[in-house]
């Protein structure tokens, strides 16, 4: 298989170490070099699909100093893979600044999709997914993560979050507190021996979790805030009887619709027929 030039971005298994495509096999066996946030890691995956491609370490620590030798190896044409130790590069994972350099560059960065454990999880908690935030990892000190839930309350999305086992209770209580108690998932460990999923009220899942903890990796899916439910014909007529005590049709009807969350036009003709009656 011959590859063109560039960066290739490459999705790798977030547990199950099935979980990877033809392409992204193909793909590291080709390349002239794959890039790991933790070589021992990657070299349990290479050892699975008979992978030979020499590693280089690509993390956190070595980035800025790895960056510009990188840089001159794809100018020279290099294929080069970057993975991470689990699921979609980038993602909470290094590479953002490489990729960055390779584009400014002007070298292709490629994208092998697959695995992605905050995806994973979205996929399966049937909470709303048309409008998500993928927030990470909440600070771990009380007061940071507090501010950092209360910025995220007035969002109307479902929120992904990740959390590590020891502070998982206590996060889903300051969640309830700054969210409001609302509907939520908690995975781990997917598509490995202890896959699990926990789901419930904020306040139910932070109870149930400081009582029955559990270990591994997780990600938490935060429903949307609920809904009020829709005014009915009774709770229109009773506003509107008391507005049109002292307001115009008009301004009744403004009032109830944006005080009820019921179409202005709707609610015009009833105050129209409420001020027609004797
Ligand atoms: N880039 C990765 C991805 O695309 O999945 C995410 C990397 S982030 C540093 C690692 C976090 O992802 C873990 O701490 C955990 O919150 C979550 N995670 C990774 N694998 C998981 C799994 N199998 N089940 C649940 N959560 C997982």
New binding site residues.
């Given amino acids: 298989m011959t590859l063109e030039p560039g960066l290739y971005v490459t ?1 790798t298994p ?2 199950n170490l099935k979980d990877i495509t033809f392409r992204a096999v193909e793909t590291l066996k080709a390349a002239d070099l794959i890039l790991c946030e933790d070589t021992r890691q990657t070299a349990k995956l290479c050892a699975a699909y008979a992978i030979k491609t020499p590693r280089a370490p690509y993390h956190d620590h070595n980035a800025g100093q790895a960056r510009p030798a990188i840089l001159d190896k794809l100018q020279a044409g290099a294929t080069i893979c970057l993975v ?1 130790d ?8 290094p590479g953002y600044k490489l990729v960055r350099d390779v584009r400014d560059a002007g070298i292709s960065v490629i994208t092998l999709p697959g ?4 995806m ?2 979205l996929s399966i908690a049937g909470a709303p997914t048309d409008r998500f935030l993928f927030a990470g ?1 909440p600070p771990s000190k009380a007061v940071a993560r507090q501010a950092f839930f209360e910025a995220l309350a007035d969002i109307t999305a479902t929120l992904v979050f ?3 086992a020891p502070r998982l209770a206590e996060s889903l209580k300051a969640m309830a507190d700054s969210l409001g108690d609302r509907k939520a998932l908690m ?6 021996l202890h896959e699990e999923t926990r789901e419930g009220r904020l306040s139910t899942l932070a109870d149930d979790l400081s009582i029955k903890p559990v270990k ?4 938490l899916i935060v429903h949307p805030p609920d809904q009020p439910p829709a005014a009915t014909d009774e709770d229109i007529d009773i506003f509107l009887r008391t507005a049109l005590q002292t307001m115009s049709v008009k301004e009744a009807a403004t009032a109830a619709a944006a005080a009820l969350g019921s179409p202005r036009r709707d609610v015009y003709q009833r105050a129209l027929a409420l001020k027609a009656m004797p």
């Fill in positions: 999705a977030i547990g991470s689990a699921g979609t590069p980038l993602i909470s994972d695995p992605s454990a905050p994973a999880a990892f990740f959390e590590t995975a781990r460990e997917l598509t490995k591994g990796e997780i990600v």
